[in-house]
């Protein structure tokens, strides 16, 4: 700022020789700087910005730690490049608006690199872009496999065409994303079929973060309870949905509601939750003989039956 106070020279920088000193650049330090001491947290780059070679790259590396950026607004603008810069904001921003700049299917790889380096990244605004259904769909399909785990993703105000048949898509990626999920977080500790400890959010070397960082790597854990409880509560939205909605009626609905029937019922099958199901019948069995044994004077009680349950 002193530099350009007292009309010295800012430097070469991006420049290349005989040009003058790498202003842009210079200008995204000074920036950096009064963000830093003012403490700006949400930064909005407006599509002017973005033309200045240097400046939101500078700014992003030396200001200060950002919790939202927006290039709303900056069709045409939002490139490879731009995209790849946004890394430099690091884990903590949480929101990145992305809305009407102009994106497609053709830049789905490049977007989902960038996501798969904002660890902290909450909330992504995609609405008002090119995004057809398939590109749409195959975002969210990469999204779930890469374990990018966001609150919110808006994709409204896009040409989605019949978005019917794309919300039930999306579901399903969803609903699959979610069966590797134990306990909505973290297993920590099982000493029993009611005495589980979880944490909503993976931390340090936990199986959580193993399971979102590294994939299908790492050993697989899931809740039989949850799971058994989760093909129930499918069974009750899926006929919801048959009874009211209008979309189930159509080919594609009836075609996605059979299918997803079908891996419910494979799943109701499994060999594993077979025998969950035995043993907590068994529990419940012992639980009522010991209750009823309790009740008897002491005289007549007799020991309870030991092993009934083992298979």
């Known amino acids: 700022r002193a530099k350009v106070e007292r009309g010295e020279s800012l430097g070469k920088g991006h420049q290349e020789d005989g040009l003058p000193g790498a202003v842009h650049g210079s200008l995204g330090l000074l920036y950096a700087a009064t963000a830093t001491q003012e403490e700006i947290k949400n930064v909005w780059f407006y599509p002017g910005i973005l033309q200045l070679e240097g400046f939101v790259e500078v700014f992003l590396q030396y200001g200060p730690p950002l919790c939202s950026i927006s290039l709303a607004g900056a069709a045409g603008q939002v490139d490879e490049e731009v ?19 102009g994106l497609d299917g053709s830049q789905h790889d490049v977007i989902m690199d960038t996501l798969k380096q904002l660890r902290g990244l909450r909330n992504l605004d ?28 808006r994709l409204d105000k896009n040409p989605f065409g019949n978005t019917e048949v794309l919300k039930n898509e999306i579901a399903a990626c969803l609903a699959a994303r979610g069966e590797s999920v134990v306990a909505g977080g973290d297993l920590v500790l099982h000493l029993g079929d009611n005495m589980v400890r979880w ?4 931390t340090t070397s936990s199986l959580a973060q193993r399971l ?42 009836r075609d996605w509601l ?17 025998f969950y ?18 009740q ?4 007549s009680k007799a020991p309870l039956a030991a092993g009934a349950g083992g298979g």
């Open 83 to 101: 995209l790849s810069l946004m890394t430099i904001a690091g884990d903590s921003l949480q929101t990145l608006d992305l809305e009407e700049c």
């Open 126 to 153: 995609l609405g008002g872009n090119k995004l057809d259904s398939a590109a749409a769909l195959n975002l969210m399909r990469a999204l779930c496999e890469n374990r990018v785990d966001l609150d919110m993703v």
């Open 199 to 202: 944490c909503a959010a993976p």
């Open 212 to 253: 979102r960082d590294d994939g299908a790597d790492v050993t697989q854990a899931s809740s039989l309870k949850e799971m058994n409880r989760a093909i129930a509560q499918r069974e009750k939205v899926w006929a919801n949905y048959e009874n009211n909605d209008p979309a189930a009626k159509s080919s594609g609905g």
């Open 258 to 274: 059979r299918r997803m029937r079908e891996n419910n019922a494979r799943l109701n099958r499994h060999p594993l939750l077979k």
């Open 277 to 294: 199901r035995k043993q907590m019948t068994w529990m419940a069995n012992y639980k009522d003989q010991e209750k009823a044994a309790a």
């Open 296 to 299: 008897l004077p002491s005289a």
